[in-house]
């Protein structure tokens, strides 16, 4: 998505650590605008795709799930995170390890909005070594619910989300794709080399 | 709104101590078409005003908050929450009480994302005690911006949170106005009851 990896390449700022900073338009200031785009053309990608339901975790991935929600004409449920967890009957959960904050955080989805005659579609801000998508499909299989497919805002290819995802043959549709960081700047995979990811239904 | 108010009345439940839970179209499971109707009703009602920035808090706050950003093609910036805070010079912090959970929660907005020139509405999905947008107003105050007006999805008029801002002059426009809970039943303050917070800019 070029006006995403204009935006990225002018706002973003990149840190020691391989962390990408985007915090001028996706994760603390939000531009809505980009943001009903991406919802747009997350919708453009799936559209063969029966998805009876968004999923994404609180709090990044909330803007582009809710308009990814408004493309599709489906509820979006945001997974709740918790330092700890009281297990209760009424909630699915799952333990989520992040590797930049180096914690382990439980997430939880009240039973109620997932069922297993939903088909999901997961939206999230970024998928590096994917482990709050992992959380996701956890609790979707909990629920026996149906995974279509998953939808990033920013990937980063070199970290190994992305693998791990192919490997279970989960269709994966990244709006930008960072293959590497250098000298402070952000190198783009080419556009062919994105695997088609829009197999659906 | 009457959309809303239908909506509270058939999906929202009552719990034991005034709690109204609408989480499966508000604040955990979203309706993104609703939301955008929420977001198209705020910017009718702030029309006038010459609205640079929307202030949220993170979660529950940004679905309605991105949707009013988008229809007035603004920024929209949700102030994280931390149980504790690492004062730093590049963010604005303050501390918000919650009186349902009984903690009290530091929220953080980056410096740069708010300075003087910022004209801001607030846009939160409850109004009861009001201790969420005094935090956010005593942000932007600590950044010289200056405070248009406060949007609310659901308001509790028998809670202190709307004397405050009203004490203050503050314009606040609320979609949904409950004036009590009887036998687990909402009660919504007549239409004309509605202190008009619409003498914007």
């Not at 909005?113 to 709050?132: C, E, P, T």
């Not at 290819?157 to 995802?165: A, D, N």
């Not at 043959?169 to 088609?196: C, M, W």
Request: no cysteine; net charge neutral; proline share 3%.
């Amino acid at each position: 998505m070029d006006l995403l990896e204009r935006r990225i390449k002018e706002d973003g700022r990149v840190l020691p650590g391989d962390v990408l900073k985007v915090d001028s338009f996706l994760n603390h200031q939000v531009d809505p605008v980009l943001m009903a785009e991406v919802g747009q053309e997350f919708q453009r990608h799936f559209a063969q795709a029966p998805v009876t339901k968004i999923l994404t975790v609180e709090s990044s991935g909330i803007a582009p799930a809710v308009f990814t929600g408004y493309a599709f004409k489906v509820p979006v449920v945001f997974a709740r995170k918790h330092k700890s967890v009281t297990l209760k009957d009424d909630m699915y959960t799952s333990v989520v390890y992040s590797y930049t904050k180096k914690v382990s955080n439980h997430i939880a989805i009240a039973r109620k909005f997932l069922s297993a005659d939903d088909k999901v579609l997961i939206i999230d801000d970024f998928l590096a070594n994917g482990q709050a998508v992992e959380g996701l499909i956890d609790i979707i299989n909990q629920a026996g619910a149906q995974l279509l497919g998953v939808g990033i805002v920013i990937e980063k290819t070199f970290q190994k989300g992305r693998q791990l995802l192919d490997k279970r043959e989960i269709p994966v549709y990244s709006l930008a794709r960072i293959k590497a960081f250098e000298n402070g700047h952000v190198v783009f995979t080419e556009e062919q080399e994105q695997p088609d990811g829009g197999q659906q239904g």
